[in-house]
């Protein structure tokens, strides 16, 4: 742990040395996210990637298919509450059934059965209920480990039913190698991605903030984001 609050340090000193262009007015904190951004970066290349790749090719298909479905089916639990305090009633009745469902009939939520069944997963989070209700998102902001977020979006995720039901989970050694489990596979799932982030950008941490507040805010709205200044 103190070889990685060094590491920290140094990589928060080598973003705040130089910040290349103007600041934008979504990040002003351009010079932590900088050096929190090749922090998080130092710890992917050296622990989390390898990790991924290791399960990616060490594990049958049919468990990473598991493995996906169960934690998937645990994200219905908070995309179904987050649909009902947007008044998107029936998806969110959609997804407790699919959490039923597939709880009961798929073990656990190892199976996914409800999708065939026609129930449509959603994905919604706390921080995009309160976008719904109206609630800016704030300065770009990098969150230590855990990657791209925003002012609002990221204590959002405290309250987050996944993040409340896991915090009940005791011991916490269990809890943790079920998180540790979870970003794996997570992370498995970009490593496709991570080709087209090498070959398309020549400032990584700038091609990640703007594709990911792009995309956040398409999710907030649904899809259909309204047109601001910059559109125009």
């Not at 103190?2 to 340090?9: D, K, M, Q, S």
């Not at 998080?40 to 989390?48: F, G, K, P, S, W």
């Not at 039923?100 to 798929?106: D, E, Q």
């Amino acid at each position: 742990m103190r070889n990685l609050f060094a590491l920290a340090l140094v990589a928060l000193a080598c973003g705040c040395a130089t910040v290349p262009g103007p600041l934008r007015p979504e990040d002003p904190w351009e010079s932590y996210n900088r050096g929190m951004h090749e922090f998080n970066d130092t710890l992917d290349r050296h622990i989390l990637r390898p990790a991924a790749i290791s399960y990616q090719e060490g594990t049958p298909e049919f468990v990473q298919e598991g493995v996906s479905n169960f934690f998937g089916n645990l994200e219905d639990i908070g995309t179904g509450l987050n649909n009902l305090l947007q008044g998107k009633f029936a998806d969110g009745a959609t997804d407790l059934a699919r959490f039923a469902l597939n709880t009961v009939v798929g073990i656990g939520g190892l199976w996914d059965v409800a999708t065939p069944m026609g129930l449509e997963r959603h994905f919604e989070d706390f921080g995009q209920t309160l976008g719904w209700w109206g609630v800016p998102p704030g300065p770009y902001f990098i969150i230590p480990v855990l990657g791209p977020s925003t002012l609002r979006d990221a204590p959002a995720r405290y309250v987050d039913p996944s993040t409340v039901y896991s915090r009940a989970i005791d011991p916490a050694g269990i809890w943790y190698s079920i998180y540790a489990l979870d970003a794996v596979r997570s992370r498995a799932g970009l490593l496709k991605a991570e080709k087209v982030l090498d070959e398309a950008a020549l400032d990584k941490y700038t091609f990640t903030r703007d594709a990911w507040l792009q995309r956040r805010r398409s999710k907030v709205y649904d899809g259909s984001p309204p047109r601001g200044p910059e559109d125009e």
